[in-house]
């Protein structure tokens, strides 16, 4: 199976600050790869699919990049109802896997 | 909207049975492979099964390979997940999600997620 690590494991920022996160691949999954948030006791959504494409209705401050083997997810001005924590995720292969999550929180 | 809602969760002893169901509504249900994902506070997110739009093609995890199986059917918009001979690490909060491509294939992304259903494995 294929190992997705993500950095850091938490994370606090500021109202209006910005964020970044990594992911990392055990081996090349090409674009493969999806960013999920979640909410305290909700389901994750899908924010970002092939490795920068916004989903339809996720506000332009989420933005992804990476190719190959490591990835960057970033929020910019960072608004209180994106606390919550962010998952990779990659389908290359099978079966498709999932970073171990970031958690955001507030300075 | 497209919505699922997940059901059939509870606590059961190791070695018993439990049958999840998934309630799909607001989307062509039969145009789309369905899922089923589970979360664990150790595990993490892991993928667990996918059944294809027609209902022929099943994939599974190999952690639940010939214990659990997964099932739809699109007259009534429902899934469901057979799970047999339970193990203590199977307990985990269990969604089902909509595969990402219509009538494209099995992309194994997820669009839309139940709300989860909770199943607690334990004597």
């Known amino acids: 199976d294929i190992q997705m690590t993500q950095s850091p494991y938490f994370l606090s920022a500021s109202v209006g600050g910005r964020v970044t996160i990594t992911c990392q691949a055990s081996q090349d999954i090409g674009n493969y790869l999806n960013w999920y948030q979640q909410k305290p006791g909700k389901a994750p959504e899908l924010l970002i699919f092939?490795?920068?494409n916004l989903q339809t209705g996720v506000p332009s401050r989420f933005s992804g990049s990476g190719s190959g083997t490591h990835f960057t997810f970033t929020i910019s001005n960072l608004q209180p109802e994106d606390i919550a924590t962010y998952y990779c995720q990659q389908y290359d292969d099978l079966p498709p896997t999932f970073g171990p999550g970031t958690k955001v929180d507030f300075k | 909207q497209v919505q699922l809602v997940d059901s059939g969760g509870g606590v059961v002893q190791p070695g018993r049975s439990l049958r999840l169901s998934c309630a799909a509504s607001g989307f062509s249900f039969r145009k789309y492979a369905i899922h089923w994902v589970r979360q664990t506070p150790g595990k993490g997110l892991e993928w667990v099964a996918v059944v294809s739009e027609d209902g022929k093609n099943r994939y599974y995890a190999d952690s639940v390979k010939g214990r659990f199986i997964i099932s739809r059917d699109n007259s009534k918009n429902t899934l469901s997940l057979q799970m047999n001979n339970l193990r203590t690490e199977d307990t985990a909060v269990y969604y089902c999600a909509r595969d990402a491509g219509q009538l494209a294939g099995i992309t194994y992304y997820f669009d839309y997620w139940g709300q989860g259903t909770l199943v607690t494995v334990s004597s």
């Open positions: 092939d490795a920068s």
